[in-house]
């Protein structure tokens, strides 16, 4: 029974005022395949977000939730459409807010994080989906060259399978008969 508490899931909900309050400390594992939203840009859903958070309050007195989230993400490459992973690591400085008003008074360091006054139980994991959408790529590559080079120097696709014939052939050409 000494599994790092990282091993653990992470709870789904809980009260984010209460937990400020009580300078609450979570940590542990979401599940990719829980997280609808985000699984609509992954290849596959296997796997797990690490998370670990620690609630408090700011020296301005805000309710405050700080930490990181890290994923091996899955995603397509826009180059070679073949699947390409993407780690995440992403730090979370959120104030607990209860409207759109309070969170435009935020500042800049701090996201809003809209929970309802009389919300009790907030999602935990739509607050990481949401810090990993945040952290997506806009588009995802191969960091090697995943696909041909000539595939790669289209520019002009009507051309590029007829101009075959190699450059300095072509030149040969033009200047005469080819050196032997
Ligand atoms: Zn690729």
Redesign the pocket.
């Known amino acids: 029974m000494f599994a790092a508490p990282s091993d653990q899931p992470l709870p789904r909900l809980g009260n984010p005022r209460k937990f400020a309050q009580q300078g609450v400390r979570l940590s542990g594992q979401v599940p990719l395949s829980a997280l609808e939203r985000l699984g609509e840009a992954l290849v596959t859903n296997e796997g797990q977000a690490e998370v670990a958070l620690a609630f408090g309050i700011s020296e301005e007195r805000k309710l405050v939730v700080r930490g990181r989230v890290g994923a091996e993400l899955v995603l397509t ?1 826009q ?2 459409l ?1 699947p ?1 992973t993407v780690p995440i690591d992403a730090d979370i400085a959120l104030a607990i807010v209860p409207d759109e008003a309070t969170a435009k008074n935020l500042p800049s360091e701090l996201d809003p994080w809209l929970v309802a006054e009389e919300e009790i139980n907030a999602d935990l994991y739509a607050m990481v989906e949401d810090e990993l959408l945040l952290n997506l790529p806009a588009v995802a ?2 960091s090697e060259l ?2 041909d080079p000539e595939t790669l120097s289209i520019g002009k696709p009507e051309t590029a399978s007829q101009d075959k014939a190699n450059p300095f052939q072509v030149l040969e050409q033009l200047k005469g008969t080819p050196k032997k």
Request: hydrophobic residues 20%.
């Open positions: 490459c180059r070679c073949g390409v590559y191969h995943c696909i």
